[in-house]
Nanobody
Framework: QVQVMESGGGLVQPGGSLRLSCAAS????????VGWYRQAPRKQRELVAT???????NYVDSVKGRFTISRDNAKNTVYLQMNSLEPEDTAVYYC?????????WGQGTQVTVSS
């Protein structure tokens, strides 16, 4: 069973940047679409960005122009570059396959945007 581990979160001021990483234990990302998801306190988990093997990317409207998803298939890693962070981006961020999240969810990485 492939496992994923997210990292790179932290506390950042509004307007700041973070780069999240999602490392898989196997070479699964080369063949499938991957998504970054987030769950804010008292809210349902939501899809933030997706990356397909052909290079196509998509973003939820609230992060368009600020977040960039990318992948390094050789390293079995997917990244999420987050710029111009806003307090509303505060959440635990997870990665999983897309559209079916068939991997066991990792622990996620906490992103807190606050002054």
């Amino acid at each position: 069973q492939v496992q994923v581990m997210e990292s790179g979160g932290g506390l950042v001021q509004p307007g700041g940047s973070l780069r999240l990483s999602c490392a898989a234990s196997g070479s699964i990302f080369s063949f499938t679409a991957v998504g970054w998801y987030r769950q804010a306190p008292r809210k349902q988990r939501e899809l933030v960005a997706t990356s397909r093997p052909d290079g196509t990317t998509n973003y939820v409207d609230s992060v368009k122009g600020r977040f960039t998803i990318s992948r390094d298939n050789a390293k079995n890693t997917v990244y999420l570059q987050m710029n111009s962070l806003e307090p509303e981006d505060t959440a635990v961020y997870y990665c999983n396959l897309y559209p079916l999240q068939t991997l066991t969810w990792g622990q996620g990485t906490q992103v807190t945007v606050s002054s």
